[in-house]
């Protein structure tokens, strides 16, 4: 069994040790890096693999960072494989029929975008991470979600429509007047962090994205 001391020489043997996996069902891996780090335009709550395009890095291969969230050896190769398939398509199609084409290949199953590894492939990922030994890293723990005081109260003129933002310290004082009207604003229903546009995270219905961001990163 291996000794690793530095995460990415852990991660760029395993990349190695997944290439009999790609070249069994005819791809080869890219160059790419692998590193340990949050995703750039995805929550760091719920996204734990991202791959860079190589037309995004200046090395020119496909850069891919594993969340720090994860230090199950198993888990980390399960979401490595999902990231190398995107790198072997280069992030063209994102999620899409290329993507799956080589995911159920390779052995994921699942919903493309939480394509994970069939029972088959876990057996050999279990075997591989014994060949690599244990992955030199803690999980990090994210602090509980904002407590709801982070919401906002809005007060909204029954008239004309016209709405403000009330803050907290504010608020205990009752609704403005409206300027137009002349008449007490009505408080609405508090809008919370978790459900306006602001709060970043993929279990949350998003707008589909743009060619260009796709092109960006996907996870």
Known sequence: MKQHSVREAWLEDAVRHLEPVFSKAGYAIPPVR????????SSPRTTLGQCWPRERSGGGVNEIFISPKIDDPVQLLDTLVHELCHAVDDCFSGHGEDFKGIAQTVGLEGPARMAHATEELVVRLMMISQELGPYPHQAIVFPPPRPSNA???KAKCAQCGYEVTLLKKWA????????KDNIRMQEAVIETIENT????????????????EIRRAIS
Not at 34 to 41: H, Q, T
Not at 172 to 179: E, K, L, R, S, V
Not at 197 to 212: F, I, N
């Open 34 to 41: 692998v590193s340990c780090g949050f995703p750039a335009s």
């Open 151 to 153: 919401s906002r109260n």
């Open 172 to 179: 205990t004082y009752g609704a403005p007047i409206c300027p």
């Open 197 to 212: 546009t602001e709060y970043d995270s993929e279990s949350v219905g998003r707008t589909k994205p743009k060619v260009d």
